[in-house]
Nanobody, 122 residues
């Protein structure tokens, strides 16, 4: 029943903008840290941006100042606004939802979207 459904990927010119969306269902959305990861050809999957249950955000250095992650718990939606896109941003972008229990031993719930292709090219 758990689903993370992504949308918004596509082809964009360098310097352009794109907004990715991820709709979550089948889990308690507000309890999960939501993140965007990406994987470029020949490279490891990397964390792009994350947002905590308290709306604290973090970004990988290469996207700071250009990307913005946000969440809407009522609509069960996380978005990644991408501005000033560069060819090196080209990758498959994945939505992730993660929860770790506060007690010991720890338990983890970890869900992934299907991925959406972002291509930055002239």
């Amino acid at each position: 029943q758990v689903q993370l459904v992504e949308s918004g990927g596509g082809l964009v010119q360098p310097g352009g903008s794109l907004t990715l969306s991820c709709a979550g269902s089948g889990f308690i959305f507000s309890s999960y840290v939501m993140s965007w990861y990406r994987q470029a050809p020949g490279k490891e999957r990397e964390l792009v941006a994350g947002i905590s249950t308290g709306d604290s955000t973090n970004y990988t250095d290469s996207v700071k100042g250009r990307f913005t992650i946000s969440r809407d718990n009522f609509r069960r939606l996380v978005t990644l606004q991408m501005n000033s896109l560069k060819p090196e941003d080209t990758a498959i972008y994945y939505c992730n939802a993660a929860l770790t229990s506060r007690g010991l031993p720890a338990r983890r719930w970890d869900y992934w979207g299907q991925g959406t292709q972002v291509t930055v090219s002239s």
